[in-house]
């Protein structure tokens, strides 16, 4: 991460009146916006985007289709993977570091204890209420109940992405009926509610729990993601739409896209247009190659370096079925934060890696330690060794042999990759 990110990260950290501990609670946001004049209410065409994976790839595919259109969006994702600017897109720039550094002070002298999200939230939408955009791209944070981005009384569009058993440390009952009510139970009754591919027992749910809500809702019964030979479309009533694009390799992340596809074309975007933007799709830290850089100098020219941050059990369950289409020798460079399943997630490659190679996440208290995933992997049967950090990993595995590094589980050490490199 640059400089003045980490600088930014560390002057947040040390405020007393910032908390980094996880609170939900919508008193305080509410309170400080309320002070501020509540800007929230200048954002035009609010789209929250919610659930447990793929939250950032139906942002950033409709936001690709917006910028097609000649239209512009801001957009607030969580968490960012190089630099702390990356979460605050606001149209045709990212904000510097010295304007979040000076809506940072502007929300401290408010007053409020908050959490440090809230504030990241709070800097986002100061910013974008002075941009008349037109679109406003808003990523959820763990849950939506009283997260902090669920704060706008009108939203045009409220979208629900795959929902898992992700975030089960946030909740009371450790059940993923609790995490659904907690992303779908408190939905505006004033927006159109958009629900995305579901496990069949999550959908139903998700449809007995909104259906006391008002809105109008689309499920994914509505279009559908088809697969020919190696190509995917996208399909419903109206539309065949080819999904040409060069960036895009697993089923989970076309069906993303088929959500954003299905939002864009009910928002007024032609099906020209969304072929257009189509090749331009690419998300960074999400089943992404690495073609150039300084770590790509470091290896042999038959060796292909794939980072991607998936660290839930679906999430892996997506790049291991991608992983196992390619039929030439992979092996895996293993990290993970300790508030997620590591067991659960590993299972998911089972017989997909010649070996692992765990490691740290430099910079991040909270990631376990290479040993105790070492154990874990060895529990599910896999072939794995610890290594104390990530370049001695790399050293030990590049030669000659045609092969594919993955780096995957974290997209903290993603962001790391991404920086090193």
Request: hydrophobic letters at 35%; aromatic letters at 10%; glycine letters at 4%.
């Amino acid at each position: 991460m640059s400089s003045q990110s980490i600088s930014l990260y560390n002057l947040l950290a040390k405020k007393k009146q910032f908390k980094k501990t996880v609170n939900f609670n919508l008193k305080r946001i509410k309170t400080a916006l309320n002070k501020l004049g509540n800007p929230e209410k200048k954002l035009k065409n609010v789209i929250n985007i919610i659930g447990s994976d793929g939250k950032y790839s139906v942002l950033n595919t409709l936001k690709y289709f917006i910028e097609e259109n000649k239209q512009t969006s801001a957009a607030y994702i969580s968490p960012s993977l190089k630099d702390i600017r990356e979460r605050f897109w606001m149209g045709n720039n990212y904000l510097s570091h010295n304007e979040i550094k000076k809506t940072i002070n502007e929300i401290e002298k408010l007053k409020i204890q908050l959490t440090i999200f809230e504030v990241l939230t709070l800097v986002f939408i100061l910013n974008a209420s002075k941009y008349n955009n037109d679109y406003n791209l808003i990523e959820a944070g763990a849950l939506f109940a009283k997260d902090s981005t669920n704060v706008f009384d009108f939203p045009l569009i409220q979208a629900v992405v795959n929902i898992n058993k992700q975030h089960l440390n946030f909740v009371k009952k450790k059940t993923i009926s609790e995490i659904i009510l907690q992303k779908v139970g408190f939905l505006s009754n004033f927006t159109q509610i958009y629900v995305g591919k579901q496990r069949l027992a999550n959908e139903k749910k998700i449809k007995s729990i909104l259906k006391r809500n008002l809105s109008r809702k689309i499920y994914s019964n509505e279009w559908k993601l088809i697969k020919k030979k190696k190509n995917f479309f996208y399909k419903d009533r109206k539309n065949f739409i080819p999904l040409k694009t060069r960036n895009i390799y697993s089923k989970g992340l076309f069906s993303n896209i088929t959500l954003a596809i299905k939002i864009a074309l009910d928002i007024g975007i032609s099906k020209k247009v969304i072929s257009k933007a189509l090749p331009k799709l690419k998300f960074e830290g999400r089943i992404q190659y690495i073609t150039t850089g300084k770590l790509i100098k470091k290896l042999y020219p038959k060796e292909k370096l794939l980072i991607d941050g998936c660290h839930s059990e679906i999430s892996g369950k997506n790049l291991s079925n991608y992983l196992k289409s390619i039929k030439i020798p992979k092996y895996g460079i293993w990290s993970m934060m300790k508030n997620k399943d590591p067991s659960n997630f590993i299972k998911q490659f089972k017989g997909v890696f010649k070996k692992i190679y765990t490691v740290p996440i430099i910079g991040e208290k909270n990631s376990l330690s290479p040993k105790v995933l070492e154990k874990i992997a060895k529990k599910n049967k896999i072939d794995a060794l610890s290594i104390k950090n990530f370049d001695s990993v790399l050293k030990k595995i590049s030669n000659k042999e045609r092969k594919v590094i993955c780096i995957f589980g974290s997209l903290y050490q993603c962001g790391n990759v991404l920086n090193k490199n």
